[in-house]
């Protein structure tokens, strides 16, 4: 009964409508405004000021500019290659961290969701991951919220897939059914040395936007969208920046199961941090 009210509790309120909103106001420049709701965000999410690059709060003229601060780069280590495959491209809880089994993703116990529908219905892109892993990491507000490339790798193709804004904490992926494919995501498709390799970006309730380093916020629209980048030569190291949220959400990693094997560290439940092992590196894990 409890799921069945939340579900409906949600699908009436105009969740996408105050998503529209959110992002207005956190993008609005209101000096002393401001500056007092960055204060108290720091203090109820006990933000570490040490690491962040730029220490004066004078200088964020925005609640979003502080929300999508950047780090320190010796925050954020990226761990070599020589340790690992690839590397999480956030910061945040893992959800789940499985196989993709028969095209379905596990959500949670008893739910799971389409392979297909989660990179926007095209059976090619999900034949490139059918069989392959999957890692699906949520980040709360208080998380770091710059998005980095695990490996080293080329965009090929982007799909906006447009959706609603439901929450995606650990609450509704346990009572929603296809709540990831329900929502709006940018799937981001890379080529690398060791295969295709997809960073889905995840909308959510009061997720004011989704930017990208190479095409800038995400425009909400009524179809899919389509681009192709594989001529235009946008090539990414391991943990280099490409993208953003304003506001918490989810980031999903797919990958072909030759790549290498979900890293023993990523486990549901556990926190994360950007730049740490996600996909093992097989011949050390043979060691």
């Not at 720091?42 to 502080?66: C, G, H, Q, R, V």
């Not at 945040?92 to 116990?109: C, E, H, P, S, W």
């Not at 080329?154 to 509704?172: C, E, M, Q, S, Y």
């Not at 190479?214 to 899919?224: E, L």
Request: net charge positive; glycine share 8%.
């Amino acid at each position: 009964m409890f799921g069945f009210l939340l579900k409906l509790f949600e699908y009436l309120t105009p969740l996408s409508t105050l998503t529209f909103l959110s992002a207005k106001l956190t993008d609005a420049k209101l000096g002393s405004v401001t500056q007092w709701l960055i204060k108290k965000f720091i203090e109820s999410f006990k933000i570490n000021l040490e690491e962040i690059a730029e220490p004066d709060l004078t200088k964020y003229e925005t609640f979003n500019d502080f929300f999508v601060r950047k780090l320190k780069p010796e925050a954020r280590p990226i761990a070599p290659a020589t340790q690992c495959v690839a590397v999480s491209p956030v910061d945040g809880t893992v959800g789940q961290a499985q196989d993709i089994k028969a095209g379905r993703l596990i959500q949670a116990k008893g739910i799971d969701y389409s392979l297909k529908a989660l990179v926007g219905g095209n059976p090619d892109d999900a034949a490139l991951f059918d069989a392959g892993n999957f890692a699906c990491i949520y980040l709360s507000p208080a998380n770091y919220h710059r998005i980095h490339l695990p490996m080293d790798g080329k965009l090929v193709r982007t799909i906006h897939i447009p959706g609603r804004h439901f929450p995606v904490g650990k609450r509704n992926v346990s009572y929603m059914d296809d709540l990831f494919t329900k929502n709006e995501r940018l799937v981001c498709i890379f080529e690398t040395q060791k295969g295709p390799l997809a960073v889905i970006l995840v909308g959510a309730a009061l997720v004011g936007s989704i930017a990208t380093v190479w095409d800038g916020t995400v425009v909400r629209r009524s179809g899919i969208e389509v681009k192709d980048y594989s001529n235009q030569n946008l090539t990414f190291k391991r943990g280099d920046e490409i993208g953003q949220f304003k506001y918490g959400s989810t980031v999903i990693t797919l990958w072909p199961k030759q790549m290498g094997a979900i890293d023993s560290t990523i486990t549901p439940d556990t926190p994360v941090k950007m730049g740490q092992p996600l996909i093992a590196n097989p011949r050390l894990a043979q060691d």
